[in-house]
């Protein structure tokens, strides 16, 4: 008899009920913008922001309105504008182009090795050709940090990290995001805290921050913030930032809080679920699971691996007989853009050139999430039902 999962691939966890009551609370107030503020009253948007700067360990801390704009937030900070080049991974979400576009800027990709992160080695091939290197953590997997920034420092490159995959993740025990001039995290409902929709931008440098607070929409509201620098340095930027708004509110702060205290304990649920995965496919012939250093600490909300050498129809036939039974797959080799996923050159207005390696990878890649509602024992079920059906396809 085969085995079929039941589960549900995009259920969430319910957010814990010391929010809802938190976001309750706010509601009853009527106060949900985030300088509505009562006498002496700090906030939920400060307090998220000071406790997220306190856990990253960074200077300071903005939350808005979601990921994608906070990269946006940190391009414009860093002084990127229309025309300028700015480099970024081949393999990565739709948002992350599409952030460098949304400022008339014009992405320059670089390749993905078959181990899932930037081609350091094409990154310094390509470093002449800007100044700002958008990172994007593609589904947690960490490169040599080290090396990336020997490389972008050597050639004067500013460093954005994307850590929409990787919050909680580590690389030689520095936490991802404490690498880059400045790092940005969603917390979009896929994401490792939920708000539904939402961002966060930490950096350590006072002006660029001053700069994202100003264009977030702070007004002259500033000295509200919580993990903000000091007015001085918002002296040196008011009259010359536009305001772009795209603020986060009490209600999502409120919601985002305690899940923040929760963080570290949801990381380590997710890894366990990875790696119980991770085990049933490990030995399984024609399967390559990415390995991963012993330098890098990850976060497993999700899973990839390779079946190198398959080509479209074989892929196809494997999605389909695991979706059969009820594991459902994303291949990222697909001819257009499906969902969430896509491909470098279905984004037709950066005009990509083609990337050899990267189209070789991407052939054989395919993508998993691993929500929490999932049990270990779902995850062993799940896993043996990927690594039977990859024995089926190898005959
Ligand atoms: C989700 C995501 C973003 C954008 O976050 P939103 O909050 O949805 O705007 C950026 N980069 C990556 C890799 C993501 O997965």
């Known amino acids: 008899m085969t085995t079929r999962f039941t589960g549900n691939f995009t259920q969430q966890e319910p957010i814990p009920e010391e929010a809802i009551q938190a976001a309750v609370a706010v509601m009853r107030s009527g ?27 960074a200077r300071y801390c903005l939350a808005v309105a979601s990921g994608g704009y906070a990269i946006a937030t940190a391009l414009r900070a860093l002084g990127v504008g229309p025309g300028d080049r700015v480099l970024t991974n081949a393999f990565t979400l739709a ?39 958008l990172l994007s953590h593609m589904r947690g997997h960490l490169c040599d940090m080290d090396r990336l920034m020997e ?26 995001g404490r690498h880059g001039a400045m790092a940005c995290y969603s917390t ?48 040196r930027h008011r009259l010359d930032m536009p305001n772009i708004s795209g603020r986060m509110d009490h209600l999502r702060a409120a919601i985002l809080r ?10 380590a649920a997710w890894t366990e679920r990875y790696r119980a995965v991770e085990s049933c496919l490990r030995d399984v012939p024609g399967v390559k699971l990415p390995p991963r250093p012993q330098a890098e600490a990850f976060v497993g909300s999700s899973i990839q691996f390779l079946l190198p050498g398959r080509d479209a129809a074989a892929m196809r036939a494997y999605v389909a007989a695991c979706a059969a039974r009820g594991v459902e797959l994303k291949w990222f080799g697909a001819d257009s853009p499906a969902g969430f996923t896509s491909r470098y050159d279905h984004w037709r207005y950066a005009a990509p050139a083609p990337l050899p390696a990267t189209d070789a990878v991407l052939a054989g890649l395919l993508d998993m999430r691993l929500p929490l509602t999932f049990s270990l024992e779902d995850c062993r079920v799940i896993g043996t039902i990927l690594a039977e059906e990859a024995r089926a396809a190898a005959g």
């Open 258 to 267: 305690p899940q923040l205290a929760g963080l570290e304990a949801r990381c």
């Open 31 to 57: 106060r949900l913008h985030r300088y509505n503020l009562g006498p002496q009253e700090e906030g939920e948007v400060s307090a998220l922001e000071r406790e997220f700067a306190a856990w990253s360990g």
């Open 151 to 176: 490389i972008c420092d050597a050639a004067g490159i500013r460093v954005i990290e994307d850590c929409a995959h990787t919050m909680g993740a580590r690389w030689r025990g520095v936490l991802s």
């Open 188 to 235: 979009q409902t896929y994401k490792h805290m939920n708000s539904g929709e939402g961002g966060l931008l930490i950096s350590d440098d006072p002006d660029l921050m001053a700069r994202a607070v100003l264009m977030s929409g702070s007004y002259m509201l500033y000295p509200r913030h919580g993990a903000a620098p000091a007015p001085e340095v918002f002296e």
């Open 95 to 133: 948002p992350v182009p599409g952030a460098i576009a949304s400022l008339g800027a014009v992405p320059v990709l670089v390749e993905v090795t078959p181990d899932l992160v930037i081609d350091l080695e094409d990154l310094a091939a390509r470093a002449d050709q800007a100044k700002v290197l």
